[in-house]
């Protein structure tokens, strides 16, 4: 009985001291900063300010990128985007000139009128950087991102013609009128990022900032004459939002710390 009393009392000695122990260690699987490769896909909406405002109005843009991620949370990235969707907001005689009759009409091949599509288009190619700041210790892939990008973007108007009955915006015509411009620009990120541990789980939001310099790329244009060669300056302001697949991620290790 002596023998059973002293492996009773060794045994919660033991126990109470076990329980101290797992109330100041905590164990938890925690994201330490790894090195991760990923897919992405975004979507975004931007409204126009400055040259370009006075041709269009909002767009939506849709996007596609690589990212590298380091164990620092330095991030390096290529991305292409494509905007569409923009309506006019100028006169489309403007934009069209004499095309345009007194009724705001155009007239087809066939003295009838015509259905024309005309919305602004544009795309960019870019690289850039960013940093992620993490927010809590058990997420240290995620948190406050900043980014920027720097790359060429391009912009024009896009005719729709389905029943090709309009001969002065037929095949290379419609050059003459969509004012396609192109040229240097910058964009800068800020929102929050979520590296899961589930693939499907990683996502980022926030809101962007695209500043260009762009000059026409045609000669001439049949409204207006011949196109200057001067810089115009055109802001993008946007909220984007964007879904992350991981192709290449190193094993996350589980971290021990005390309270």
Not at 153 to 166: A, M, W
Request: aromatic share 16%; hydrophobic share 40%; charged share 20%.
């Amino acid at each position: 009985m002596k023998k059973i009393a002293l492996l009773l009392a060794f045994l919660l000695i033991v126990t109470a001291s076990f329980a101290q122990l797992t109330k100041r260690l905590n164990k938890e699987l925690v994201d330490s900063t790894t090195t991760i490769v990923w897919l992405e896909a975004n979507f975004s909406y931007q409204l126009p300010a400055g040259y370009l405002a006075e041709t269009f109005k909002g767009n939506f843009n849709i996007g596609t990128g690589f990212t590298y991620k380091t164990s620092k949370n330095w991030t390096w990235n290529v991305n292409f985007n494509y905007m569409f969707g923009s309506k006019l907001s100028c006169d489309l005689r403007d934009v069209l000139g004499p095309m345009v009759n007194s009724n705001g009409d155009i007239l087809d091949g066939y003295g009838m009128k015509a259905t024309l599509g005309v919305e602004g288009r544009y795309w960019d190619l870019a690289a850039g950087f960013g940093k992620i700041f993490p927010v809590t210790k058990k997420m240290r892939n995620s948190g406050i991102w900043i980014q920027g990008n720097f790359g060429y973007l391009s912009h024009k108007i896009h005719f729709t013609d389905n029943d090709h009955l309009i001969d002065q915006l037929d095949g290379d015509y419609r050059k003459g009128y969509d004012r396609r411009s192109a040229g240097f620009y910058m964009s800068q990120f800020i929102g929050y990022i979520h590296l899961g541990k589930v693939r499907v789980a990683s996502f980022y939001g926030g809101i962007e900032i695209y500043e260009m310099w762009t000059v026409p790329t045609r000669n001439w244009n049949f409204v207006t004459g011949a196109t200057s060669s001067a810089k115009k300056f055109s802001a993008l302001f946007g909220v984007k939002v964007g879904w992350i697949i991981p192709l290449y991620e190193k094993k996350r290790t589980e971290i021990y710390y005390y309270h």
